[in-house]
Structure formats: structure tokens, C-alpha cells
């Protein structure tokens, strides 16, 4: 079956720093690719997607690359901030089966940014 | 932007109780529900789907009798915990999108703990 391997937090950083959040995964079909990000307090939200591959995603500064030979779409930001303290999920939705938005999740990394 | 609203945030009951959780979708009709659970530091695991008017689809291994889905209307999905025990402490949330082309909008989730 389907599933989403990622990078075991917590992940701690002092601000501008630089972060990568890895992330892998199998698939049987061609999955779209995403990230969410869980806020404290918050539901999860779409941080940025990919839909095949080589496609990159971007948003708030985030981005991450759709890597079929790599089967990888590890998550970058090259300065953070405190307020990108969150919980960060990769996940992916194989459309075998037409079910386009069941999504597989990764466990979720919590990033700590410090000032 | 539109919004999940799922209620309760938190709740602890008996074990042998009953608990309803509701999710309603405020400013888009929800066509389809889907239904995670998440254990600690592990993914969201999906449970069930449920399209309005439909009987819902679980997934394996998670019992239909027990947990009670109902997605009567466009903009409410309730899904009730029957019997509860221990072992159901999780964390619950809710998803919900207008179709296959529209977005994905998750709850704040509900926290459950059974005594």
C-alpha cells in the first residue's frame, strides 16, 4: 500500500536558519504530492503541493520538488521564523481508484523556531 | 477563507459512553467528508469517507458499528464513538471538500480521552 516517510522531529532551529524536512514515499499509482502545516491550536492547512514529476511547489517561502527517481519531495526553507513554529505533514494522494483527495500522511515533524 | 468547524475542541467521558463529534462546513458544502484519527506521534490515519446522503466507506480494520458516521446534509458530518473505551483515546479530525477539483479544508480536530 501506500505510504509517507518523514524526517522524526522534533526539529529545533534558531531564526534564519536553514530548514530541510525530508520526506519519501511509495505509491502503487502517480500520487500528487503535498505538505500541511498544523499551526498551534489550529487544523491542518495546505502549505504547497506538486502533481508530478519535477513539478516544484511554493509558498511562504517553502518549497519542495516532486522527485520520482527519488520517490522524494523533502520540504526547504532557506530562512525561518518564529512564527513557522508548526507541526509539518507530508502526504500524497494516489488517484488509483479515482478517490482523488484520500491522502496517505506522513507522522508529522514539529519544528521549534527559536528567536 | 473557508472554514471546518469542529466541535468539541476536547472531551473525556466514561468508558461504556457514547460521544458525538460533529464537524460542520460554514461557508462551502462539503460533498465529502473524510474522517482521520491520529494516535500520538504517529500519521493521521483516514477512517471512513462519507459523501452527503450516502452510507459511509471505512477502511479496514476500523468497525462501522462503533464508530458512526452521518453525513445527512451538505454542511454537517457527525461522527459518533459508540461504547467508548480506553483504547479510543485519539485524536480526531474531520475533512471536508465541495468535489474532486475543490480544496480540502480540515477541522481543528477533537481531542478524546476515555476514562
Known amino acids: 500500500g501506500d505510504s509517507v516517510t518523514q524526517m522524526e522531529g522534533p526539529v529545533t532551529l534558531s531564526e534564519e536558519a536553514f530548514l530541510t524536512i525530508n520526506c519519501t514515499y511509495t505509491a502503487t499509482g502517480y500520487p500528487s504530492l503535498f505538505w500541511y502545516v498544523q499551526y498551534p491550536g489550529e487544523g491542518l492547512q495546505l502549505l504547497l503541493k506538486a502533481t508530478k514529476a519535477d513539478d516544484k511547489g511554493s509558498n511562504k517561502g517553502f518549497e519542495a520538488t516532486y522527485r520520482k527517481e527519488t520517490t522524494s519531495f523533502h520540504l526547504e526553507k532557506g530562512s525561518v521564523q518564529v512564527s513557522d513554529s508548526a507541526v509539518y505533514f507530508c502526504?500524497?494522494?494516489?488517484?488509483?481508484?479515482?478517490?482523488?483527495?484520500?491522502?496517505?500522511f506522513g507522522k508529522g515533524t514539529l519544528l521549534t523556531v527559536n528567536p | 477563507g473557508a472554514v471546518v468547524s469542529q466541535h468539541p475542541s476536547w472531551v473525556i467521558c466514561k468508558s461504556g459512553t457514547s460521544v458525538k463529534i460533529e464537524c460542520r462546513s460554514l461557508?462551502?458544502?462539503?460533498?465529502?467528508m473524510f474522517w482521520y484519527r491520529q494516535f500520538p506521534k504517529q500519521s493521521l490515519m483516514l477512517m471512513a469517507t462519507s459523501n452527503e446522503g450516502s452510507k459511509a466507506t471505512y477502511e479496514q480494520g476500523v468497525e462501522k458499528d462503533k464508530f458512526l458516521i452521518n453525513h445527512a446534509s451538505l454542511t454537517l458530518s457527525t461522527l459518533t464513538v459508540t461504547s467508548a473505551h480506553p483504547e479510543d483515546s485519539s485524536f480526531y479530525i474531520c475533512s471536508g471538500t465541495g468535489g474532486i477539483n475543490s480544496p480540502l479544508h480540515f477541522g481543528n480536530g477533537t481531542r478524546l480521552t476515555v476514562t
Open positions: 461557508d462551502f458544502q462539503a460533498t465529502t
Open positions: 502526504a500524497l494522494s494516489d488517484h488509483s481508484g479515482g478517490s482523488n483527495y484520500k491522502l496517505t
